[in-house]
């Protein structure tokens, strides 16, 4: 039963990475790709392990390789689109200036 669970959250987000980079990519495209591809991994790490779990027995080494690469690319894009996404609103405010020199 979890394993359907974790296809469906994985399948559940994927619509949002699509939304995110579509929102930031005009701004920061080198930022908005790497979240995307962390997004990406992550996700397709999740599908991997719901696919993959009636075919193993317990927690297998390839189990564990998938949950770490499934949380890191979550988090990871997540994180990448957070970051896009303060610096937007941050220079929309003039709290920060535009472009990639540093104040």
């Known amino acids: ?4 669970g974790t ?3 994985a399948i559940l987000l994927a619509p949002a990475t699509i939304v995110f980079y579509q929102c930031l990519q005009k701004e920061y495209p080198k930022l ?3 979240a995307v591809i962390l997004f990406a991994v992550g996700l397709t790490s999740g599908v991997s392990i719901g696919i993959l779990a009636p075919f193993t027995h317990g927690y297998s080494p390839l189990h564990i390789q998938l949950a770490s690469a499934s949380f ?3 988090f990871g894009g ?4 957070l970051l896009a996404a303060r610096r937007r609103v941050l220079e929309s405010n003039g709290q920060i200036q535009g472009g990639t020199s540093r104040p």
């Open 1 to 4: 039963m979890a394993a359907v």
């Open 32 to 34: 908005s790709l790497a």
């Open 7 to 9: 296809v469906l959250f």
């Open 78 to 81: 997540t994180w990448l689109n």
């Open 72 to 74: 890191i690319g979550i």
